[in-house]
């Protein structure tokens, strides 16, 4: 058989796309070709690290995917900002890895939709927490039936950011971080669970913490968390939750007609999203009939461990590049997440926010799928983002924008500062 050629790629952000970088530098199916950062102390560092490689590097986007004989580019930039950056990179001829969020307004859906399907090329969401080993043997089981039809199922990604906040907003009071909706981040929780039943979304209310003065201590003016109750196309309901509660938590189970599965709770120190308890019945209520009950508890055997053990997120980061560039390779069994899921993941959060804003009123989800309700929607461009919302900008709380001081910015500008300072001293 014809050994197939190594998929090319670029990767747009330096700093967060290193992971990326990294699997390009030691995959056998893909090479690293061009790296694109607007920040040129960023770039310097990567030049340093990959001395001796033949990549080149870019400050413009425009002119990075004009790179000549790229195949595909990674969006490691800006959370906000990477549907147009997909849709320019698609209309480039180019396939598409996007890390999180896939869009951040209704328009931006429907024209990332339809560039997809015009464009015929791949493009495949990186949300890695579908990828840690739990939550990957659970999607495996449940699609064989083990726990039966899903019932309910409850995701938590709880990263307190407060003590790195200067050194992922830098003390800008614009950045996206200090102006994003409660529920605005939510494919770490809701993803996972979206992936592992392949159910569509139907249906969400929104709740958000208001207790947020922690958030408003650095710069942030959403609310402190947000949950999303969502109810999924076979009447089955999820709990999300995300934020900025103060102890990290990162946890997923999932009920079934005859069983559950659940990874290990971090302060449990037994594995944390690694270890998988499976709780199951041989057949749907055992208790009335004859049947055997079965428990599990184990660490999923890692087909690949050896060659993810370096990566960021438990490995995660490994298999979702992985299996991007096997599907451009052709593999139709490749584990990616393509455009309908990644909307699947977010717009749940998306309209839990309406939900909230309306008084906690339940919201439909709609399913771009369906080419007839996309006019509806072409022009939404509601977000918190002055820029990109015009006339449609939302408050980035129930209770409005609060006001932060400038003192506040310029006091984690001077951290980050201190910071990079510190790391020049070695």
């Given amino acids: 058989m014809k050994e197939k050629a190594k998929i090319r790629i670029g990767v747009i952000g330096g700093y967060r796309g290193s992971s990326m970088i990294n699997y390009c530098r030691n995959a056998s199916d893909a090479e690293l070709v061009a790296i694109c950062d607007k920040n040129p102390e960023v770039l310097d560092n990567q030049r340093k690290a990959l001395e001796g490689l033949d990549i080149a590097y870019y400050e413009s986007y425009d002119d990075f995917i004009r790179h000549d004989g790229m195949d595909a580019v990674v969006l490691a930039n800006y959370a906000n900002e990477h549907a147009p950056f997909a ?53 495996r089981l449940y699609r064989e039936g083990v726990i039966g039809e899903f019932e309910y ?49 139907v249906s969400v209310i929104g709740f958000e913490g208001l207790k947020a003065e922690r958030r408003f201590n650095h710069g942030s003016k959403s609310g402190l968390f947000g949950i999303e109750m969502v109810t999924l196309e076979n009447g089955g309901i999820v709990k999300s939750i995300h934020g900025g509660l103060y102890k990290n938590s990162v946890w997923y189970t999932v009920y079934g007609s005859k069983g559950r599965m659940e990874c290990a709770r971090e302060d449990a120190r037994a594995g944390h999203v690694d270890r998988l308890y499976v709780n199951y019945d041989d057949v749907e209520e055992a208790y009335w009939t004859e049947g055997n009950s079965h428990f599990k508890d184990y660490v999923p055997s890692e087909r690949l461990k050896e060659s993810s053990a370096n990566f960021g997120h438990g490995g995660s980061d490994f298999y979702s590049m992985y299996n991007f560039v096997k599907k451009i390779n052709g593999d139709e069994d490749a584990d990616t997440i393509d455009v309908y899921e990644a909307l699947d993941m977010f717009l749940p959060g998306h309209f839990a926010y309406q939900s909230i804003l309306d008084g906690g009123a339940s919201k439909l989800i709609p399913d771009l799928r369906d080419k007839s309700i996309r006019d509806k929607w072409r022009n939404d461009t509601a977000c918190t983002i002055p820029s990109v919302a015009g006339d449609m900008l939302l408050p980035t709380s129930v209770n409005g924008t609060p006001d932060i001081p400038a003192s506040v910015y310029e006091k984690v500008a001077r951290r980050w500062e201190e910071e990079k300072a510190a790391r020049k001293r070695g």
């Fill in 153 to 201: 199922g409850e995701g938590e990604y709880i990263h307190n950011c407060a003590p790195i906040w200067h050194s992922i907003t830098y003390g800008e009071p614009d950045h996206w971080r200090n102006n994003m909706y409660s529920t605005f981040y939510c494919t770490h929780s809701l993803g996972p669970i979206i992936h592992i039943t392949g159910l569509r979304p």
């Fill in 87 to 139: 849709i320019k990179a698609l209309k480039q001829g180019l396939h598409v890895f996007s890390e999180v969020l896939p869009v951040q307004t209704m328009k931006e859906a429907v024209e990332l939709v339809e560039t997809v399907e015009s464009t015929g090329l791949v493009y495949a969401y990186g949300e890695n927490y579908c990828y840690m080993q739990a939550p990957m043997e659970m999607r």
